[in-house]
């Protein structure tokens, strides 16, 4: 088993894992990211995020993505917006040493938070989020406005860009 800073040539296999994880979370469908947008994004003069990748042998059998946001109550942060380990993988040790990957990341970097989102079904998750010290917060609700929400609210303004 290794965990290491994700490459470019990585982002097949990462997006099999986002693949994955969507599938998980009960939303197949629903990536529109491309091999050549995690290229794009995450390998560019000031990337938008960044990965680290569990390897056994040859093969990444998981992944976790994160990027930098700033709190206006903590300074810098940072975001975790996948941890995915293949199903064949699960119960290895694999999601912890990503996670904790994370964690030394932020601490190397000197972040004052490090943020997540979980399904309130995925139980397992939360637990063990609880027991390794986060806390999972109750009442916070997620806000998003797809792209057809965003077309919808600039037509209805009638704002253009």
């Known amino acids: 088993m290794n965990i290491r800073k994700g490459r470019k040539e990585d982002m097949s296999a990462v997006l099999d894992l986002i693949q994955e994880l969507a599938t998980f979370e009960k939303e197949p469908d629903a990536v529109v990211v491309t091999v050549a947008d995690l290229e794009r994004d995450g390998f560019q003069e000031n990337p938008l995020f960044y990965t680290f ?14 990027y930098y946001r700033y709190s206006t109550w903590k300074g810098r942060t940072i975001h975790l917006e996948d941890l995915i380990v293949k199903e064949k993988m699960r119960g290895s040790g694999l999601g912890f040493a990503l996670y904790a990957a994370i964690i030394m990341q932020g601490k190397k970097e000197g972040v004052r938070r490090i943020e997540w989102a979980v399904l309130d079904w995925n139980t397992p998750a939360i637990d063990f989020y609880k027991k390794s010290g986060a806390k999972v917060l109750e009442d916070w609700r997620v806000a998003q406005m797809d792209e057809n929400g965003i077309n919808a609210f600039l037509k209805s303004n009638n704002l253009t860009v």
């Open 53 to 66: 990748v569990a390897e056994v042998g040859d093969e990444i059998v998981g992944m976790a993505l994160y």
